[in-house]
């Protein structure tokens, strides 16, 4: 809860922080523009100087002559000038701030606690000897319908190490098929997945007419995701080993 707060918070003052950039910027920028005007009215060309003149010089300080209303408009452009540009660098060095310590809490918040560093995400997971993993009975962890409990399937591996077979404890309706699973060749093997192929005479295509792989990745010994070399087909969820 206490991380959330101060998320929460150091997002409102970067927000206000990049606002105030904002608003200065544009000032900045309006200003430069009626430096311009007073430029072209010095060289005597065809300007508007009464909205310079009205922004800029104090009624108390117009007199009617345009070479003195320049001149005072100039001067106070200039100053306005210098301090829009130190709150343009604080409103920039706030936000650079405000950035660096949410960057930091959230490093913070993400480091884990002493003693379990071996646990904590980025850690290059265990090797897996895919081959010897595969073997068994799996679920999907998230699909109720396919989980260990409704529709298990069981992994063989032949012993040549040659095929693997999926089936299912209860048929799949594909395409208007019954599918009891799948026989597939194993291409080969690298740690922590194995590289399959459809088996049969005439296996599945990718849209450029090449065979379609599919790459069964282990997690651990106990967790398997099924991807598929085709673009834009999205990985299984993620698939346990049930228990016995």
Known sequence: ????????????????????????????????????????????????????????????????????????????????????????????????VIIGANLVLDLRETQPPPGTRGASVG??????????????KWGWKFNALMSCTENPHTIFISPDRHKLSI???????????????????????RPNELILRQAGATPEKDAEGRPVEWIMHFDDQNTYVMKRSVFGVTPSGQIGRCAE
Do not use: C
């Open 123 to 136: 850690i290059v997971p265990p090797t897996v000897d895919a081959l010897a993993a595969a073997a068994g």
């Open 167 to 189: 089936r299912f404890a209860k048929s799949l309706t594909m395409r208007g098929e019954t599918v009891p699973g799948y026989d597939l060749d194993i291409l080969g093997s």
């Open 1 to 96: 809860m206490t991380y959330l707060v101060l998320q929460i918070l150091l997002v409102v003052l970067a927000i206000g922080a990049a606002a105030a950039a904002v608003a200065w910027t544009v000032k900045l920028v309006t200003l430069s523009q009626h430096k311009k005007i007073l430029r072209d009215a010095e060289a005597l060309k065809l300007v508007d100087l009464s909205a310079v003149i009205t922004a800029h010089v104090p009624v108390g300080q117009r007199t009617q002559n345009p070479q003195q209303e320049i001149a005072a408009a100039k001067e106070i452009i200039a100053r306005k000038g210098r301090q829009n540009v130190r709150r343009l660098l604080i409103s920039s060095a706030a936000l650079a």
